[in-house]
Each structure stands twice: as structure tokens, then as C-alpha cells.
T-cell receptor
Framework: GAVVSQHPSRVICKSGTSVKIECRSLDFQATTMFWYRQFPKQSLMLMATSNEGSKATYEQGVEKDKFLINHASLTLSTLTVTSAHPEDSSFYIC???????????FGPGTRLTVT | QQQVKQSPQSLIVQKGGISIINCAYENTAFDYFPWYQQFPGKGPALLIAIRPDVSEKKEGRFTISFNKSAKQFSLHIMDSQPGDSATYFCAAITQGGSEKLVFGKGTKLTVNP
């Protein structure tokens, strides 16, 4: 089956620093990738949609200058949390859309803790 | 209209019992309804999915029932096992449209041994 990886799986950073999270589709090409944020015991909240070679589309209320998304290739998207603050601590999950079958496959998630 | 309402919020079932999770939607443009299973600290994994042109889909112990007129769909887990204990999310999407999955709020299933 289609596999999506994320790196790192866990990261702890200090307030004010930036953190980059990678999302890779390992055995398929993904023209579209999605970034979600999930708080404890809550559902997934879509942050942005990224298409290869174009600017990401952010959901309402998501700061695009704080959450920088780059989709440089058909297998890699990155999310950079800039000037992180403790309130950015969360579980970040990416998904990648495969064309055949037309399905979204989720990565294992990245636990970000900002101290 | 973009919401998917999921119930119950939590569910406790005995081993061997049937777990039933229900979802309802309003947007008739949705044309694909997947269910995801998520274990603590992990990403969601696709469990089973259905399109509105069929009323039921079964894969092993997991069955989706779909009622197009009522705009409802449900997940049935037969012979529930402790290993099924997880959070289950229903979702809906208009494929070829916005491509955005709309998720329910999730159901935490606990299967007691």
C-alpha cells in the first residue's frame, strides 16, 4: 500500500526558534499534500493544502507567515513552524493524495513541543 | 453544511460484541465516505470507504452501511476485539472538487477483554 513518512516523529524546541517537518510519499507521486493539526482528543484540523510547484492554500485562521509550506517535488512537502511558541505545541499530520486509487494517505504524525 | 456529525463520542464494548458508530452529513455533493482508525500517537489509517451508489460495503469484520436518502452512514465492527480499541473518524469528500476531507469529531472505542 501507499506509504507516507514524516520526519521527525518528535521534536522539542525552544520558544522563538523554527522547526521544519518533512512529509514524503515513499512509493507514489503526490501532486497534492495536506497538513493537519490535531489537539489531544480532538479531530484533525486542516491547516493548508499544497500543490507541487505552487503556493500553498491556507485555511481561514491559519497564519501563512508562521506556518511555511513548501512542496518542492512530487514526493516531498515541508512545514516550517517559524518563531515557535508554546501554543504551537501540537500533533502535526500530513497526508498525500494518490491519483490511482484516488485516496489520501496519512503520515504517522510529528509531535511538536515548544518549551 | 460542510459538517459531518459523528456519534457517539465514546463507546465501550465487550470483546466479541458489535461496535456501531454513526455519521450524518448535509452536503449532497459529497461522493466518497472513508473511515479512519487512529491509535494514540499515530496518524490516521484508512479502514474502509464507500461511495453513495452502494448501500453497504464489507471488508472482513468491518462494514459500512450507507443511507443516501437519510444522508447517514455508519461503521459496524463485528466480533470486536481489544486490538480494535482506537479512535475512529468518519469523513466525507467531494472527489474532483475541493479535495478536502471533512472529518467527524471522532469516536473513542474501547473493547474490554
Amino acid at each position: 500500500g501507499a506509504v507516507v513518512s514524516q520526519h521527525p516523529s518528535r521534536v522539542i524546541c525552544k520558544s522563538g526558534t523554527s522547526v521544519k517537518i518533512e512529509c514524503r510519499s515513499l512509493d507514489f507521486q503526490a501532486t497534492t499534500m495536506f497538513w493537519y493539526r490535531q489537539f489531544p482528543k480532538q479531530s484533525l484540523m486542516l491547516m493548508a493544502t499544497s500543490n507541487e510547484g505552487s503556493k500553498a492554500t491556507y485555511e481561514q485562521g491559519v497564519e501563512k507567515d508562521k506556518f511555511l509550506i513548501n512542496h518542492a517535488s512530487l514526493t516531498l512537502s515541508t512545514l516550517t513552524v517559524t518563531s515557535a511558541h508554546p501554543e504551537d505545541s501540537s500533533f502535526y499530520i500530513c497526508s498525500a493524495r494518490a491519483l490511482a486509487p484516488d485516496e489520501q494517505y496519512f503520515g504517522p504524525g510529528t509531535r511538536l513541543t515548544v518549551t | 453544511q460542510q459538517q459531518v456529525k459523528q456519534s457517539p463520542q465514546s463507546l465501550i464494548v465487550q470483546k466479541g460484541g458489535i461496535s456501531i458508530i454513526n455519521c450524518a452529513y448535509e452536503n449532497t455533493a459529497f461522493d466518497y465516505f472513508p473511515w479512519y482508525q487512529q491509535f494514540p500517537g499515530k496518524g490516521p489509517a484508512l479502514l474502509i470507504a464507500i461511495r453513495p451508489d452502494v448501500s453497504e460495503k464489507k471488508e472482513g469484520r468491518f462494514t459500512i452501511s450507507f443511507n443516501k436518502s437519510a444522508k447517514q452512514f455508519s461503521l459496524h465492527i463485528m466480533d470486536s476485539q481489544p486490538g480494535d480499541s482506537a479512535t475512529y473518524f468518519c469523513a466525507a469528500i467531494t472527489q474532483g472538487g475541493s479535495e478536502k476531507l471533512v472529518f467527524g469529531k471522532g469516536t473513542k472505542l474501547t473493547v474490554n477483554p
